[in-house]
């Protein structure tokens, strides 16, 4: 079966009689993705903006899993399998270790500067 | 169920997936208010009895035994209060995101060999992981109600719980190492026979790690000694202290539910699930194949022994609370990161080892029961199992009892 | 026991409108909506617990969609890492912010502004990237895969028993995932030692007095003399008199 062009599957992105494809997975993302960027680059909040990373990294992990799933996968198309999965965990996994290491950088900063928020973290400008 | 519905009464396949989502959604539901309604009554006999008083003896007649119905209309009858300063979207939500916490985690909870809401690949993994989301609530809770007496409560609770995953996670592991699965019905499966099959009793390290969860379960349902949250000695009544009303009986429906769920699990984890100490239905001679009626009396027996079991987890929960003293926060975090970590992992280990040394057990030949292996390829090389379901959600949601 | 549910057989339930509902799809599309608009929430709330709240809703549908994809492992392990991480996050946006001056933290209009610019561009170039590959778009073939977690946990030590070789057992070694397995195990060990170094009590600037009077030498050198030494310089100390 021929892919319907491109503005009709758009349309029929929202359509719950249809199953659903690798794309739709893949909008979702973007939109967390995007989401993330905008959080990171808006917030004055330290926290705000480790909230936006992980938002990015949580966009890129939907694609992942999208990509390594049989059960999205259009008939006869090969997916990424267990690779995907794989990828995505080892995301997980870092993003808990980097959200450690900015928290307590964080933590640090409040403790010298008695705030969070990232517009004061100006000490080396010259 | 879906078949049964589909098949049997021939109801077209929608309204048959959606009215077993229904059936199974509201079964649980009533396990949940319906468990939390027995077991505050029970609460009051066992803590009057502990107290050598008798707690509540009129309302329904002997017993008392409508004394938690009246609480109720009580409490529905309450005035529904905010504090000024609170965070109202966040206050409102809070009670919410506890009890939803606790309702998910039995999605995965099997009562009785294929009852349960949804059979998962990885269901002992969901439990914790689920059951770990209901400290948002408290969080959300003490932060929302604009006193400090709740901060405090939820801060405490934020950081018991927390650090009480590691051992319980180490503790959970142990069962699904030694079944080779995380499905919740195939480790249960593998207890079943006598009541020396059951994890407990499987070597001295499992025996000994099974304290350790019991310890690791009542401090992540914050029972006391682990109470910390809502100290009422110290901050007036922690977490909830604003509370009022039907939000209020939220927490506690969330907090006895997930009493019965810890208890739950340790008995499909440890103590053989739904097979009882003594093979009732194998000594009978029923089994899956005989009759029509064989495999709901084997279901139904099995219900009685998990329900029965897990009741008794929580009436000795009862017993803690009304026999020991609360502990400090300090001596909280002790506990769990002085003890109760190290000997998990030393367990863990040793539990490892004996079944790399001993795999059959003590007595050579006494074989266990294979259970349902589901991952057929471990069993030899080439033989991969018929593909056996898989979980997501839009198919099979209620498969309780066929 | 598909997971689709038939269309013939629904047409012939003679509901079509609620019949031809694909249930897969309908699940998808809850848990897609709760995803976008919590994380869109998250960018537009002011309040960092509200943020987080938001955070969690969207990250816990997230792994409903990873159920839904058939990656049960994988969400199982979302709601417990990344949820719990969270609510780390959660416990520091109340303790850091607790005080009214820190509880909102708004950014200027025209960085906002800004913001949804890129951002709507950003996004419009990544649906367009994602649509743009007819494959991508075929519906779902609805091939229900086996259980994932077991081989992913095999994979993660080494041996990857999805796709045994031709002409092989399946147990033939393969090369798994070990080495990044314990990479990551090792890097995680690193962390956690790193943030507790950097998040340590640090030393206070203006010691108190009780530590000053603690690192006063003991008047006499005899040992047995030392401890009362040391509670007369303590003494001495918080009543102002000279040592």
Not at chain 2, 104 to 117: R, S
Not at chain 2, 259 to 264: C, E, R
Not at chain 2, 300 to 307: F, H, I, Q, S
Not at chain 3, 25 to 31: G, I, N, V
Request: charge should be neutral; hydrophobic fraction near 55%.
């Amino acid at each position: 079966m021929m892919p319907p062009p491109l503005a009709l599957s758009s349309l029929l992105a929202l359509s719950v009689t249809e199953p659903v494809s690798v794309a739709h997975y893949l909008v979702v993302g973007a939109i967390l993705f995007t989401a993330g960027v905008a959080c990171m680059a808006t917030k004055r909040n330290a926290l705000g903006v480790l909230m936006g990373i992980e938002l990015v990294l949580n966009g890129a992990n939907v694609n992942f899993v999208a990509f390594a799933s049989p059960y999205l996968a259009a008939d006869g198309a090969r997916s990424l399998g267990l690779d995907g999965q794989a990828i995505a965990l080892f995301v997980i996994l870092l993003a808990a270790a980097e959200a450690a290491v900015a928290l307590a950088i964080t933590l640090n900063f409040y403790n010298n500067h008695a705030t969070v928020d990232v517009d004061r973290a100006d000490d080396l400008k010259g | 169920m879906v078949d049964f519905l589909t098949s049997t009464i021939g109801l077209s396949g929608w309204l048959a997936w959606t009215l077993a989502a229904t059936v199974s959604a509201v079964l649980i539901l009533n396990v949940i208010a319906g468990g939390a309604l027995v077991f505050i009554w029970a609460e009051r006999k066992v803590s009057a009895r502990i107290q050598d008083r008798l707690g509540p003896t009129r309302t329904g007649g002997r017993f008392g035994w409508l004394q938690s119905l009246a609480d109720g209309i009580k409490l529905l009858a309450k005035e529904d209060l905010m504090p000024e300063g609170a965070d109202g979207m966040l206050f409102r939500l809070a009670p919410y995101v506890s009890f939803c916490a606790s309702f998910c985690a039995f999605i995965a909870l099997p009562f009785a060999f294929d009852v349960v809401g949804q059979r998962l690949n990885v269901a002992v993994f969901f439990v914790v992981a689920v059951l770990g989301l209901e400290v948002f609530g408290v969080i959300l809770a003490g932060y929302a109600s604009a006193s400090k007496w709740s901060l405090f409560g939820a801060m405490r609770e934020a950081a018991q719980v927390v650090s009480y995953e590691v051992p319980l996670g180490m503790c959970v592991v142990v069962p699904v190492m030694l079944a080779g699965s995380m499905d919740m019905v195939t480790i249960a499966e593998k207890q079943a026979g006598w009541f020396w099959n059951w994890y407990v009793f499987h070597d001295p390290f499992t025996f000994v790690i099974f304290w350790v969860y019991v310890t690791c379960a009542v401090a992540s349902v914050n029972r006391a000694p682990f109470d910390l949250a809502e100290a009422e000695s110290e901050l007036v009544a922690g977490f909830h202290t604003e509370y009022s009303g039907l939000r209020w009986s939220y927490f506690f429906m969330a907090e006895y539910g997930s009493m019965f769920l810890v208890s739950a699990m340790a008995a499909v984890l440890f103590l053989g699930g739904w097979n009882g100490p003594i093979p009732v239905a194998t000594l009978l001679g029923f089994s899956e194949g005989t009759g029509d009626t064989a495999p709901y009396l084997i279901r139904l027996l099995g219900l009685a022994n998990l329900v029965g079991k897990a009741s008794l987890g929580v009436i000795i929960m009862m017993w803690i609370r009304w026999t020991l003293p609360r502990l400090r926060i300090d001596q909280v975090m002790t506990t769990c990161l002085k003890y109760c970590t190290p000997i998990a992992a030393v367990m863990f280990a040793g539990a490892m080892l004996w079944q790399i040394g001993l795999p059959g057990g003590l007595i050579p030949g006494a074989g266990r029961p294979g259970g349902e292996i589901r991952e057929g390829w471990l069993e030899g090389p080439g033989g991969r199992a018929a593909a056996p379901p898989a979980a997501d959600e839009s198919r099979d949601v209620a498969r309780v009892a066929p | 026991m598909t997971p689709t549910i038939p269309m013939a057989d629904l047409v012939a339930g003679g509901l079509l409108p609620l019949a031809a509902i694909n249930f897969h799809t309908l699940f998808f599309l809850l848990f897609a909506a709760i995803a976008c608009g919590a994380a869109v929430a998250v960018v537009a709330a002011d309040n960092v617990v509200r943020m987080a709240l938001f955070l969690v809703l969207s990250l816990a549908a997230t792994a409903g969609l990873f159920f839904l994809a058939g990656a049960e492992f994988v969400g199982a392990m979302q709601l417990m890492i990344y949820v719990g991480g969270t609510l780390v996050l959660l416990v520091f946006g109340v303790m850091l912010t607790a005080q009214a001056p820190f509880v909102t933290m708004k950014s200027a209009g025209g960085d906002r502004l800004l913001a949804g610019f890129v951002g709507v561009a950003l996004l419009a170039m990544l649906v367009l990237a994602g649509l743009s590959v007819p494959a991508w778009r075929q519906p779902a073939s609805g091939t229900v895969p086996e259980p994932t977690a077991t081989p992913l946990g095999m994979a993660l030590v080494g041996v990857r028993v999805d796709q045994p070789p031709a002409g092989q057992p399946v147990d033939a070694v393969r090369s798994g995932y070990l080495l990044p397995f314990e990479i990551v195990s090792v890097h995680l060990l690193v962390v956690l030692v790193g943030a507790a170094y950097l998040a340590r009590a640090k030393r206070r600037k203006t010691p108190r007095a009780i530590e000053v009077a603690a690192s006063v030498e003991p008047p006499e050198a005899v040992a047995e003399h030392a401890a009362i030494g040391r509670t007369r310089a303590a003494a001495s100390v918080l009543t102002g008199e000279p040592s």
